[in-house]
Each structure stands twice: as C-alpha cells, then as structure tokens.
Nanobody
Framework: VQLQASGGGLVQAGGSLRLSCAASGLTFSMYAMGWFRQAPGKQRELVAAIHTGGTTNYVDSVKGRFTVSRVNAENTVYLQMNNLKPEDTAVYYC????????????WGQGTQVTVSS
C-alpha cells in the first residue's frame, strides 16, 4: 500500500499549485482521502478531505481558495490551490482513511509547498 504525493514547489503569493496523490495497493474508492499540512513548529492540520461519496470538507483558512477532488478510475486525489498565501507554506501530506474507520492510517511522503511574499 502506497501513497505518492507530488506537485509541490516554490510559488509567489497569489499563485497556484496543484498537488496530486496517487494511491496503489488499496481499493481507492473505499477510502476517504485527506490533505494535511505541517508548517515548522506547528502541528499537522487537516486542510481538505474528500469522502467516498464525494463530499468535501475544508479548514476555514483555505475555503474558497483550495479545491479537493478525486478520480477513482485513476486512484488519484488532487488539491488545487489558488491565491496562495505565505501562510500556506508547509509540507503537504495526503492520507487515506478506510470508510468504516475514523483514523487516517495510510500516509504519503509529503511534498513541500513554499509561498514567497
């Protein structure tokens, strides 16, 4: 079982990035997928989640700027990030939570997003 995150990079404030997380070794459609981030000195936070039925949730700080989506046929979840701000700078991780559980138990390796002012 593996999650492979990609798409991070350095971008100026106001710019956009799209993160991807490709899953393998699991029945992707049975997992809720989440994007988390962790900035230096801060706890990891859930930024966006998309459930098996397509329902989405966002932390307040990214509402209206970030969009999470999934393509089950591709075993991939995406995070489109627009109007990026310096405070979005963090390592972004994708996580998978089996539909009947409450804990994200499978993690990708993280991808760095740096937003310059």
């Amino acid at each position: 079982v593996q999650l492979q995150a990609s798409g991070g990079g350095l971008v100026q404030a106001g710019g956009s990035l799209r993160l991807s997380c490709a899953a393998s070794g699991l029945t992707f459609s049975m997992y809720a997928m989440g994007w988390f981030r962790q900035a230096p000195g801060k706890q990891r936070e859930l930024v966006a989640a998309i459930h098996t039925g397509g329902t989405t949730n966002y932390v307040d700080s990214v509402k209206g700027r970030f969009t999470v989506s999934r393509v089950n046929a591709e075993n991939t979840v995406y995070l489109q990030m627009n109007n990026l701000k310096p405070e979005d700078t963090a390592v972004y991780y994708c996580g998978a939570r089996y539909v009947t559980t409450s804990r994200y138990a499978i993690w990708g390796q993280g991808t760095q997003v740096t937003v310059s002012s």
